[in-house]
């Protein structure tokens, strides 16, 4: 059964740096999306793409967050200067055309220090 | 925008018991509604959705009917096993872009 990967696993980063963290959604899917969730706290939406484009942001993706569909394959965030609340759990998931679910990654644990 | 309260948990129940989650939504419109899962280190499963009201999904003997009139979709399940130990959210879909708002999660516990 196709599945959304998520890497790395776990990603440790000093304060101010920057990280991308990689997301390979299922193959024939449309709308890609980013959340997180901050330890003890609900999951939160970061930002939708559709069509090569950002199609909807929380409040959360401010200028320090970018997202990047380089090659068909790959759906990237970037945060270009990380602070220690950024620490999280972020999760991908995509969706299929039609659909209304959306299938989850296992989630890259960002941790900055 | 949409926002989704759910029971206050953790809840912890025998082998066999019957379960029930709370769930209800607030938002404009009938979302999609869904109940997604996490089972101990891994990522979130789909369990089961309702995209109208009336609506009855159903997976692995859980169930959640999307109530319109009491803005509900509350999880059941007859008899839970200690494999269901997982924590549960209840989602409601929003835009056409199909942003998702998540329930803050239940932890839910089954001892043999």
């Known amino acids: 059964e196709p599945e959304v990967t998520q890497t790395p696993s776990h990603q440790v980063t000093q304060m101010g740096q920057e990280v991308i963290l990689r997301c390979v959604p299922i193959?024939?899917?449309?709308?890609f999306y980013w959340y997180r969730q901050i330890l003890g706290q609900k999951v939160e939406f970061l930002v939708s793409?559709?069509?090569?484009?950002?199609?909807?942001k929380s409040e959360i993706f401010d200028d320090q967050f970018s997202v990047e569909r380089p090659d068909g394959s790959n759906f990237t965030l970037k945060i270009r200067s990380t602070k220690l609340e950024d620490s999280a759990m972020y999760f991908c998931?995509?969706?299929?055309?039609?659909?209304?679910?959306?299938?989850f990654g296992p989630g890259t644990r960002l941790t900055v220090t | 925008g949409n926002s989704v309260t759910q029971m206050e948990g953790p809840v912890t129940l025998s082998e066999e018991a019957f379960l029930t989650i709370n769930c209800t939504y607030t938002?404009?419109?009938?979302?999609?509604l869904f109940w997604y899962v996490q089972y101990p280190g891994e990522g979130l499963q789909l369990l089961l959705k309702?995209?109208?009201?009336?609506d009855k999904g159903s997976n692995k003997g859980f169930e959640a009917t999307y109530r319109k009139e009491t803005t509900s979709f509350h999880l059941e399940k007859g008899s839970v096993q200690v494999s269901d130990s997982a924590v549960y959210f209840c989602?409601?879909?929003?835009?056409?872009?199909?942003?998702?708002?998540f329930g803050q999660g239940t932890i839910l516990t089954v001892h043999p």
């Open positions: 998931a995509s969706r299929g055309g039609g659909r209304y679910e959306q299938y």
């Open positions: 193959s024939n899917h449309l709308y």
């Open positions: 793409f559709y069509n090569n484009e950002i199609s909807e």
């Open positions: 938002a404009t419109g009938y979302p999609s």
């Open positions: 309702a995209t109208k009201a009336d």
């Open positions: 989602c409601a879909g929003g835009t056409s872009y199909g942003k998702l708002t």
